[in-house]
């Protein structure tokens, strides 16, 4: 039904700075709210950032004016800009939306991507 494909993970060093992206497709009526999570080893998933359509943000209070979340709608895609990366960020990083699905009325569903690692470290 619908599909989250992650790109933009990888290793960088400390200080440094990454740009994840998340897609959604298939049977999409419409998607409210677009989100980041991460999952650090030995570690619950947490949240990073989400927006909703209307451009409404959340953060972490450990990413606040480092991470910048944003989504273009008309392409159903979500970004998460990472700046001054620190080794603590390191984690799988998914993303997340909930969608009005084609055909099957006013439920949102919750999907997910298939997580992206991104790795600080010198």
């Known amino acids: 039904q619908v599909q989250m494909v992650e790109s933009g993970g990888g290793l960088v060093q400390p200080g440094g700075s990454l740009r994840l992206s998340c897609a959604a497709s298939g049977s999409i009526f419409s998607i409210n709210a677009m989100g980041w999570y991460r999952q650090a080893p030995g570690k619950e998933r947490e949240l990073v950032a989400t927006?909703?359509?209307?451009?409404?943000?959340n953060y972490a209070d450990s990413v606040k004016g480092r991470f910048t979340i944003s989504r273009d709608n008309a392409k159903n895609t979500v970004y998460l800009q990472m700046n001054s990366l620190k080794p603590e960020d390191t984690a799988v990083y998914y993303c997340?939306?909930?969608?009005?699905?084609?055909?099957?009325?006013?439920?949102?569903?919750?999907?997910w991507g298939q997580g992206t690692q991104v790795t600080v470290s010198s």
């Open positions: 997340n939306a909930g969608v009005k699905v084609k055909g099957l009325g006013p439920q949102v569903y919750e999907y």
């Open positions: 927006m909703t359509s209307s451009g409404t943000t």
